[in-house]
């Protein structure tokens, strides 16, 4: 017997939320998971971004397009009955902010900040934490009511569970990555004197990212007579402090500039101009965007904490992304070594293999379908 799966995407709104579902869905065999079709809810942006079949089923309301308690009310009292109309099985909840009430669920665990309160009271602002400390008593509600968890990285899974206590069905699936970051030129040694180091960070600006820490870095570094170019891509507010802190670092703006956003075929056209990629964040579920630079076969600077071991593993140079001499440090050890930047981004780029889309795809809907099949046995 075949399942029909229905999925909230109804407040996939980050990057990697939004690469995860397009991803899984533009990779589902049916006929290796016994899927018979898949009913999703969102909002139009993300639904057109969605592949075209015959077996995907996509459901638009205009209330995923309003203010988030539009969209709560919609998930607690609407998609309950949409599921039962369509023949649903089984419901994946594709945000741990699950307030629909239906049996059997899948919850998927993509923000561990609300679970990692020490990096929380670092956000400015007393409104951050209290969203977050609500955040962690919503999601550990709806994490322990559903009948399978899917988690992004054995972290999530450890550092989650301290919260909510032993989890009796749960399954870690890594996310893929996009095949277009594999089609990057290849990088050669480069041992050029008075080079000018172009390195990248891709990512939101929050204070637990670090920006702070590596503009401080990048000071350091030109003090000491390294030429560098630091450059940040991804969306954000630029706090004043951040601001202040690049005029001191670069007051003539030679040497540090923030992009914002930018699609994926721009971000190709960076890295291949990027001899390392820096990624400091404190905090990952899995860190997408990392795997991104190694599958571009970038040179790899990175946080030691949270999961970005579990996915970068020895594939690159690790430092403390909160110690401004760690990673300067760990910047001049690969500026000095060129052999070990060539040797790097080739295992990184290999490493990546391991990551794909399809790989994804399959783990989640056999889980998915295997949750169904257990709960109906049940009944």
């Given at each position: 017997?075949?399942?029909?799966?229905?999925?909230?995407?109804?407040?996939?709104?980050?990057?990697?939320?939004?690469?995860?579902?397009?991803?899984?869905?533009?990779?589902?065999?049916?006929?290796?998971?016994?899927?018979?079709?898949?009913?999703?809810?969102?909002?139009k942006e993300l639904l057109d971004l969605l592949?075209?079949?015959?077996?995907?089923?996509?459901?638009?309301?205009?209330?995923?397009?309003?203010?988030?308690?539009?969209?709560?009310?919609?998930?607690?009292?609407?998609?309950?009955?949409?599921?039962?109309?369509?023949?649903?099985?089984?419901?994946?909840?594709?945000?741990?902010?699950?307030?629909?009430?239906?049996?059997?669920?899948?919850?998927?665990?993509?923000?561990?900040?609300?679970?990692?309160?020490?990096?929380?009271?670092?956000?400015?602002?007393?409104?951050?934490?209290?969203?977050?400390k609500m955040l962690n008593k919503i999601e550990?509600?709806?994490?322990?009511?559903?009948?399978?968890?899917?988690?992004?990285?054995?972290?999530?899974?450890?550092?989650?569970?301290?919260?909510?206590?032993?989890?009796?069905?749960?399954?870690?699936?890594?996310?893929?990555?996009?095949?277009?970051?594999?089609?990057?030129?290849?990088?050669?040694?480069?041992?050029?004197?008075?080079?000018?180091?172009?390195?990248?960070?891709?990512?939101?600006?929050?204070?637990?990212?670090?920006?702070?820490?590596?503009?401080?870095?990048?000071?350091?570094?030109?003090?000491?007579?390294?030429?560098?170019?630091?450059?940040?891509?991804?969306?954000?507010?630029?706090?004043?402090?951040?601001?202040?802190?690049?005029?001191?670092?670069?007051?003539?703006?030679?040497?540090?500039?923030?992009?914002?956003?930018?699609?994926?075929?721009?971000?190709?056209?960076?890295?291949?101009?990027?001899?390392?990629?820096?990624?400091?964040?404190?905090?990952?579920?899995?860190?997408?965007?990392?795997?991104?630079?190694?599958?571009?076969?970038?040179?790899?600077?990175?946080?030691?904490?949270?999961?970005?071991?579990?996915?970068?593993?020895?594939?690159?140079?690790?430092?403390?992304?909160?110690?401004?001499?760690?990673?300067?440090?760990?910047?001049?050890?690969?500026?000095?070594?060129?052999?070990?930047?060539?040797?790097?981004?080739?295992?990184?780029?290999?490493?990546?293999?391991?990551?794909?889309?399809?790989?994804?795809?399959?783990?989640?809907?056999?889980?998915?379908?295997?949750?169904?099949?257990?709960?109906?046995?049940?009944?």
């Open positions: 017997m075949q399942t029909t799966i229905g999925i909230d995407a109804s407040r996939n709104r980050s990057g990697g939320a939004k690469a995860h579902i397009i991803g899984i869905l533009s990779h589902l065999n049916r006929q290796s998971t016994g899927v018979k079709e898949v009913h999703i809810w969102s909002y592949p075209d079949e015959s077996w995907l089923i996509k459901h638009y309301s205009a209330e995923l397009e309003k203010s988030l308690i539009s969209q709560i009310n919609w998930q607690r009292k609407k998609l309950p009955h949409e599921l039962e109309i369509h023949g649903c099985d089984i419901l994946f909840s594709t945000l741990a902010t699950n307030f629909c009430d239906y049996n059997p669920t899948v919850v998927l665990c993509q923000n561990l900040l609300p679970y990692e309160p020490s990096l929380v009271k670092e956000e400015q602002g007393l409104l951050f934490k209290l969203k977050n550990t509600s709806a994490l322990n009511k559903a009948n399978g968890v899917i988690f992004l990285s054995e972290y999530s899974a450890n550092q989650v569970q301290k919260f909510t206590g032993p989890i009796d069905n749960f399954k870690i699936i890594h996310h893929g990555v996009d095949t277009i970051f594999r089609n990057c030129p290849t990088k050669t040694k480069d041992i050029a004197e008075n080079k000018v180091w172009n390195i990248v960070y891709v990512s939101t600006i929050f204070s637990y990212k670090n920006h702070s820490q590596i503009i401080r870095a990048v000071g350091q570094l030109l003090k000491v007579g390294y030429n560098v170019k630091m450059t940040f891509v991804g969306g954000g507010v630029i706090s004043k402090d951040v601001k202040q802190l690049q005029s001191s670092v670069d007051p003539e703006n030679n040497h540090i500039e923030f992009l914002g956003n930018r699609t994926h075929e721009e971000l190709i056209s960076i890295f291949e101009k990027t001899d390392i990629f820096l990624f400091a964040s404190s905090c990952e579920t899995f860190g997408i965007t990392l795997l991104e630079g190694m599958a571009a076969g970038l040179t790899i600077a990175c946080s030691n904490k949270s999961s970005l071991p579990e996915v970068l593993d020895d594939s690159g140079v690790y430092f403390d992304p909160c110690n401004v001499d760690s990673i300067s440090n760990a910047l001049i050890h690969l500026f000095e070594n060129p052999d070990k930047r060539y040797f790097l981004a080739q295992r990184a780029k290999q490493r990546s293999e391991q990551f794909t889309w399809q790989q994804t795809s399959l783990e989640t809907f056999r889980y998915l379908v295997s949750i169904s099949n257990k709960t109906e046995n049940i009944n």
